[in-house]
């Protein structure tokens, strides 16, 4: 069972509005952020949903053999994290082979290997930013074409302001693959107050100081919007692009990390309907 539906309830009239998406008439059917009575029943819907983006990335097609990894920090233990094993598909990960890790690459609970690339990156982002709950990374086809460019994102539409002053360019160690330690400090010191960054010939990060649904679905966005500019720079013809002033607008409104979660709940009750064995 989900641990969504067990998750101690409030009523939806007494916690503040995050977002104009919220209805403010009561009584609809709306998705409501859950509140638990225990860090084991969080512990549980952290699982949930970590299984829930390694599947959601099948689906995108994010998969390229090993590569890619998806972290979420312990409810309990801020120090270890959460993440998909090392050499299982996406579509294959489920609560049961998940594997929990220190920030030293140590594997304390789970029988699988971890992703040394994953730890060097995770861990240091992790280690470094407190407040950050989630990390999301995958060898993408669109999003490393466009890393190769050094640049961040032109806010050419409504999606690609969501990260509009919101990601960062990290030419650090750039195409060398990451496992010294070293890259993945460099790696974390430019998360500073962002929720993406464009490593430059690698691919595509993103972290959330919310959930692992918000730091999935702005991956998944993140990649939409490389795809977007690489076809628009491809037809040759220069885009009008949304105005500094519209673009904080937007981003305001449909960037937040609460808004990455609301999104991600379309696609976690396809999931659900799905793909029962998520929770094996």
Request: aromatic content about 8%; hydrophobic content about 45%.
């Amino acid at each position: 069972m989900s641990a969504v539906l067990e998750a101690a309830p409030q009523a939806a009239a007494t916690r503040p509005r995050e977002s104009i998406y919220q209805p403010e008439q009561q009584g609809l059917i709306f998705p409501e952020v859950p509140h638990f009575s225990s860090a084991a029943q969080h512990r549980t819907h952290l699982k949930e949903r970590l299984v829930g983006a390694c599947r959601a990335f099948a689906l995108q097609g994010f998969d390229y053999g090993f590569a890619g990894h998806l972290t979420v920090r312990d409810p309990e233990d801020p120090t270890l994290y959460w993440t998909n094993p090392m050499a299982v598909h996406f579509s294959q990960v489920k609560v049961s082979n998940l594997i929990l890790a220190d920030h030293d690459g140590k594997v304390v609970e789970g029988r699988h290997a971890i992703n040394r690339a994953g730890f060097v990156l995770h861990a240091a982002v992790h280690e470094a930013h407190q407040d950050i709950v989630a990390m999301c990374h995958a060898h993408t086809l669109y999003g490393t074409a466009f890393a190769t460019l050094g640049r961040k994102l032109d806010p050419i539409s409504q999606d690609a302001a969501a990260f509009f002053e919101d990601h960062v360019v990290i030419g650090d160690e750039a195409g060398q693959v990451a496992v010294e330690v070293k890259a993945g400090h460099k790696v974390a010191n430019a998360f500073q107050g962002v929720k993406a960054a464009i490593h430059q010939n690698h691919g595509l990060l993103t972290a959330s100081r919310h959930s692992i649904e918000s730091a999935a679905f702005w991956f998944i966005a993140l990649e939409r919007c490389c795809q977007q500019q690489l076809a628009v720079a491809a037809a040759g013809i220069t885009p009008t692009l949304v105005t500094p002033e519209r673009a904080r607008y937007s981003r305001e409104h449909v960037g937040s990390d609460y808004i990455g979660w609301l999104h991600f709940q379309t696609i976690w009750d396809q999931l659900l309907a799905t793909q029962p064995d998520m929770f094996d």
